[in-house]
């Protein structure tokens, strides 16, 4: 199974941004789809982005297209979110997953990173 560990996370001012990482080890990293979910206190997780297995089909949650980018470099085992013009109701908790097949849901996912926080001041 594959380990997932995040980082990148901090506090940043609204209007500003951030790039997450996530660092994968263990089993071949381009054999799964990523996905990137949050979850602010109190809140249900949602999904964030998602990125296909070679990286040739993306998808973002409505919310953040145009603002945040997620990418993956399957040389470096690494799938980025690039998050820009952030708000301060996206302060949360973002985690990294993997999948079989890219998704949006997060019952899909079967291997989950420990999250890195995200706090958007105002």
């Known amino acids: 199974q594959v380990q997932l560990v995040e980082s990148g996370g901090g506090l940043v001012q609204a209007g500003g941004s951030l790039r997450l990482s996530c660092a994968a080890s263990?089993?071949?990293?381009?054999?799964?789809?990523m996905g990137w979910f949050r979850q602010a206190p109190g809140k249900e997780r949602e999904f964030v982005a998602a990125?296909?297995?070679?990286?040739?089909?993306?998808y973002h949650a409505d919310s953040v297209k145009g603002r945040f980018t997620i990418s993956r470099d399957n040389v470096e085992n690494t799938v980025y979110l690039q998050m820009n013009s952030l708000k301060p109701e996206e302060t949360a908790v973002y985690y990294c997953?993997?999948?079989?097949?890219?998704?949006?849901?997060?019952?899909?996912?079967?291997?989950w990173g420990q999250g890195t926080q995200v706090t958007v001041s105002s």
């Open positions: 997953a993997a999948a079989q097949w890219v998704s949006r849901y997060d019952s899909q996912y079967n291997a």
């Open positions: 263990g089993r071949t990293f381009s054999r799964y789809a």
């Open positions: 990125i296909a297995r070679s990286g040739d089909m993306t």
